[in-house]
């Protein structure tokens, strides 16, 4: 938060979905952190919902449930309830940071990273490997693109930063019940690059948080937006500079 203007809302964070929260709160609740200090990853911002359908597929058949998917995530809740909360591994053992800082590391020899190795694999199993939406038919593509936007884009958070003009706030996270923030969603990859350099400042959107944490440090001050971004300032201080806990620690030590 760089002291952007609040603007005075209506809304109330402990009753609006998380849908409706993004499109009306926009970025108001866009947070500049220390990537080093997120240690955690969550495995879904959508923990209702996937319990949910995991309910419907017992008794529908997968076709039906993979169509009411949309209108579940819909009404995914903002403040997500403790029987929910979704589950967090370490950032630093996941498979995508591994392959990221494998990229990194390796800069001059791309054929030989963890990231070429696993679009090769699929190349020659399938006939196509893929990346997001990208789709590449022959090796070549593959070292096009790694050349072509990957490396460029390391060259660029080493040493310009994040640019939010360029790519806009795309990285979200949630915060959990001792107020920390776990990484979740979108914008992974770019996440995990800027974690491996040790960036000093990157924005991490609010999309969700725990309703014990909402409850302690900021429904007392008021159900508003406002109020919300006030208890997220200290979130923000607490994973900017100072180290935060190793994971596993005390619960509330920073």
Known sequence: MDGRPIRVSLMRPSKTTQRDFRRQAGDATVIWIKPNNVLTHTGSKWPVSKARLAKYERVLPKAIVRA??????????????????????????????????????????????IWYQELADALAAKGTAAHKELVFRDQTKILEFFRGYVQPLIDSLRTDGFKPEATGFESSAIVDHEG?????????????IAHVLDLDRFPLRIVAVHEAWYAREVAPHGDTLESLRDALRLVERRHGEAPCPTVGGKAGEF
């Open 68 to 113: 009411l998917r949309p209108a579940a995530k819909k009404r995914e809740p903002f403040l997500l309830p403790a029987a929910h909360f979704p589950a967090s591994v370490p950032i630093k053992e996941r498979a995508l940071y591994l392959k990221i800082k494998d990229f990194v590391e390796r800069a001059g020899d791309l054929e030989d990273t």
């Open 180 to 192: 920390r923030l776990s990484k979740s969603g979108s914008g992974n990859h770019r996440f995990a």
